[in-house]
């Protein structure tokens, strides 16, 4: 028999991604969305829908129960759903995959270059702002004393082209969008900032990996193999969108009223540079390292979707 997992945010990039990896490995693959019609199209690729919000705590544990491997991929800062699952799981010696972010070990940096690099061991003080994700992540890996083979995996800088649902990610994705209403492709201040980097296909290798692996005591696990500027990514949206301006800037302030604060200053003027040395070490080998050619790909597949949507 198959074994079951339970994944949220099955019908988003980094959920529905690993949801296909795993069903094409063989599992019986469940997925959380809030929508009817995502549900159909999880159907239509082999993943059984569940539909329900996150803050549904009871759907949650009754899922969380009935899976053999649960991944939370939709949200990582949503700190009731988390402990919901990880109470769900106590005592069961279930696989409990969590999704964080590299945007924990940002600075506020506004465009310019940082050199601070951190792997799974480095000691630090997180921002203020990231405090409470970092708190979640650790009540995560802690949670392992109570009987749960629990492992955050935080990846940094996505992309690639997804095989779920959803096919693209966030920050390039803005960028380009951004650059697509305003005819100028833009990053934050100097944009010299580095971003550590991760494809998709690899980072869904490392949950396949981790689902097969998992050992008890808990694992925190970083997911990058490359970096880059932000403003090598935004000379490649001006040319992959064949714009004629050169690129531009915007304050951070500027940014942050059109992204929001928090992505502004944490996931587009930040560095944010990390090693997964312990992913490696448990036999993760990501193979891809073309974040800048990734984004000629990407300006054709969101040109073509906002023809589409006129
Ligand atoms: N993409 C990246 O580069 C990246 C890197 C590091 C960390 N992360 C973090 O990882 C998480 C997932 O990222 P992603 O890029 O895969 O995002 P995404 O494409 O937006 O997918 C998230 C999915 O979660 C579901 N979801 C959101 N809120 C929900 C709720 N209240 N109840 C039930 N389902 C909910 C949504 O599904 P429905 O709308 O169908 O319900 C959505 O499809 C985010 O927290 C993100 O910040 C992303």
Redo the contacts with the bound molecule.
């Keep these: 028999m198959s074994k079951k997992v339970f994944v949220?945010?099955?019908?988003?990039?980094?959920?529905?991604t690993v949801a296909v990896k795993l069903a094409n490995a063989g599992y019986q693959v469940s997925g959380?969305?809030?929508?009817q019609s995502?549900g159909e199209k999880l159907k239509s690729i082999g993943i059984e829908p569940v539909i329900?919000?996150?803050?549904d705590l009871k759907l949650l544990t009754e899922c969380a129960r009935a899976a053999d491997i649960v991944i939370d991929?939709?949200?990582?800062?949503?700190e009731e759903?988390v402990k919901a699952l990880v109470e769900a799981l106590m005592g069961s010696d279930k696989v409990f995959i969590h999704?964080?972010?590299?945007?924990i070990v940002a600075d506020q940096a506004n465009g310019e270059r940082g050199d601070r690099i951190y792997d799974e061991s480095t000691q630090y003080t997180p921002d203020p702002g990231k405090q409470a994700r970092v708190n979640i992540d650790k009540y995560i890996t802690n949670s392992a004393q109570d009987g749960i083979r629990s492992v955050v995996i935080?990846?940094?800088?996505?992309?690639g082209k997804g095989s779920g649902?959803?096919t693209e990610?966030?920050?390039v994705p803005n960028l380009i969008n951004a650059a697509l209403e305003s005819g100028v492709a833009k990053c934050i201040g100097r944009g010299e900032n580095i971003w550590s980097t991760v494809h998709v296909d690899d980072l869904a290798d490392l949950y396949l990996l981790v689902v097969e692996k998992a050992p008890t005591g808990g694992l925190f696990l970083f997911a990058e193999n490359g970096e880059t500027t932000f403003k090598q990514i935004v000379e490649k949206i001006k040319d992959g969108l064949g714009l004629k301006t050169p690129v531009g800037s915007w304050t951070i302030e500027e940014a942050s009223q059109k992204f929001g604060a928090g992505t502004a200053i944490f996931g587009l003027g930040s560095n944010s540079r990390i090693r997964g040395i312990k992913s490696r070490e448990l036999g993760w080998k990501p193979v891809k390292n073309e974040v800048l050619d990734d984004v000629q790909r990407c300006c054709m597949s969101l040109t073509a979707g906002s023809i589409a949507q006129v």
């Design positions: 949220t945010g099955a019908s988003g990039y980094i959920g529905g959380l969305t809030r929508s995502s329900g919000d996150l803050s991929a939709a949200n990582s800062d949503a759903a999704t964080s972010g590299s945007s935080c990846p940094c800088l996505i992309y649902v959803k990610s966030q920050q």
